[in-house]
Structures are given as C-alpha cells and as structure tokens.
C-alpha cells in the first residue's frame, strides 16, 4: 500500500469512525432528536427532502460561486497593485485590515437596505468576505520575488509589467491556490450567512425555517450538505493547485490527495 493510498484509508476510517461515534453515544446516552439527531436520522431525512432541498442547493451554490468569482477579481487586482506597489501598500493595507476586521453579520443589512433581500446581498457578502485572503496572499507572492530575478531581468530590458507576468505572478501562484481553497470556505460563509438574514431561498433559509419548526435534523442535514459541497470545492481547487504549482507542492501534501 503507497502512501497516499494509506492516507486515503486512514482518512475515510477516521470519517466513518466519528459518525458511527456519534450514532452509538446518541443511543446509549438516550440523547433527544431535539437536541441532537442521529446521523442515520439526518442521512433519512437527507434523502426523503431532497427533491425540496435541491433548489435551496443550487442557490446556494450559485451565490457563493458567483460572490467568489467577483471577490476573486477584485482581490487579484487588489492584490497585485498592494504587492507592487510601496506607496499602494502602505495607504491601502491599513484600510483593508479595517474592512476585513467588520463582522460581516453587520454588512448584510446594509446591503439588505441597498438592494433589497433576496440574492444580491448573498452574493455580495460572499465576495466581501473572501477578498481579503486573496489580497494578502497575491500581495505576499509578489513580495517574495528574490531581487536577484528582477534584477537581472531589468539588466536584460525588461519593463516591470514583464517581470511582473514573467516572474512576479508565476511565483504567486501558489499563494494564489492557498487563498482560493480558504476564501471558497468563507465564501459559503457569507452566501449562507446573508441567506439566514434576509433571503427565501438557499440552505440558510432552510436552516433558519428548520430551526424555528423545531426540525433539528434538517437543520444538521443542511449543515452536512454545505460541508460536502465546501470539501468538493476545496478538493477541486487541490486538484488545480497540484496541476498548476506542482513544482512548488511536496509530493506528501495531503490537500492534494
């Protein structure tokens, strides 16, 4: 057995091992549905929902893809004129430290008042939320260029858009696909947050409605669900970052296999 296949094994054991821990505790403890359901119950309920679940899904899926392609252009903009840029650094960092230290709770009604409920503010807090990982680690990538590369490509003519394209964002990339795999996490963050708020539709509508009817299952099973689609997305962009930066990846990583 390799090694990447006993990582593999180890990690579908631990998964198996912590439900069927949970399945076993909630019976002998006699522990409430209302409190906490069983993982067969939520899986049940899982199932026998899911033609209801399946548009809440998709809007979920749709705003936070949506939000963290846009947060994903602004913060590669951002990102590479912070790391280019002293004077871009000093005035603009502090300013997005600020921004990024708001709890993003207390945006959702400023755009709930700007745009009305429904599936902008989602998107947009989606966006708001994930830009500023992808600004600091474009901009870090950017700093770490050694000095030697650039001045020797200055000494051949080359102009700083060339050794920004040739050298600069080749050497980012792999901060660039450390960012995307924690921001895509943050991104459901935000669409599911602006989702409980303000919206009547998507898994944190669901989640909410569940909640106040005292459907404790549901409300585990849209957790579930949003933890499977946040692992796909994270392993989509592992499998990306092995395919683009293998030269910057140890052959151990775990995020890639």
């Known amino acids: 057995m390799t090694d990447k296949q ?17 399945e076993v505790l909630c019976i002998v403890l006699n522990v409430s549905d209302l409190v906490l359901p069983r993982p067969s119950e939520i899986l049940v309920t899982m199932w026998t ?8 899904i998709l809007q979920t899926l ?8 846009l947060g994903v252009m602004i913060g590669v903009t951002l990102g590479v004129i912070v790391g280019t840029s002293k004077v871009a650094y000093a005035v603009a960092y502090p300013l997005l430290v600020g921004f990024s230290s708001i709890p993003k709770v207390a945006v959702v009604p400023i755009f709930v008042l700007w745009f009305g409920s429904g599936t902008t503010p989602a998107i947009l ?11 600091v680690n474009i901009a870090t990538g950017l700093a770490t260029t050694e000095p030697e590369l650039e001045d020797v490509l ?13 050298v600069g964002l080749p050497r980012a990339m792999p901060y660039f696909f450390a960012s995307l ?17 303000a919206s009547n539709m ?29 692992v796909a997305l994270y392993a989509l962009f592992s499998w990306l970052e092995a395919r683009v930066t293998g030269w910057a990846t140890r052959g151990n990583d775990i995020a890639i296999t």
């Open 6 to 22: 006993r990582i593999r094994v180890l990690s579908t054991s631990l998964i198996i091992g912590f439900f069927l821990t949970w």
């Open 49 to 56: 929902r899911f033609p209801v679940l399946w548009p809440h």
């Open 62 to 69: 749709y705003s936070t893809l949506i939000g963290f392609s």
């Open 125 to 135: 807090t989606a966006m708001v939320i994930c830009v500023f990982p992808i600004v």
């Open 154 to 166: 200055k000494t051949l003519g080359a102009s700083k858009s060339e050794i920004l394209w040739n």
């Open 181 to 197: 795999k924690v921001a895509i996490t943050l991104a459901f963050v935000g669409a599911v947050l602006s989702e409980t708020v």
């Open 202 to 230: 998507g898994i944190g509508n669901v989640m909410m409605t569940a909640s106040s009817n005292f459907q404790v299952s549901l409300v585990f099973a849209g957790l579930i669900i949003l933890a499977l689609m946040g």
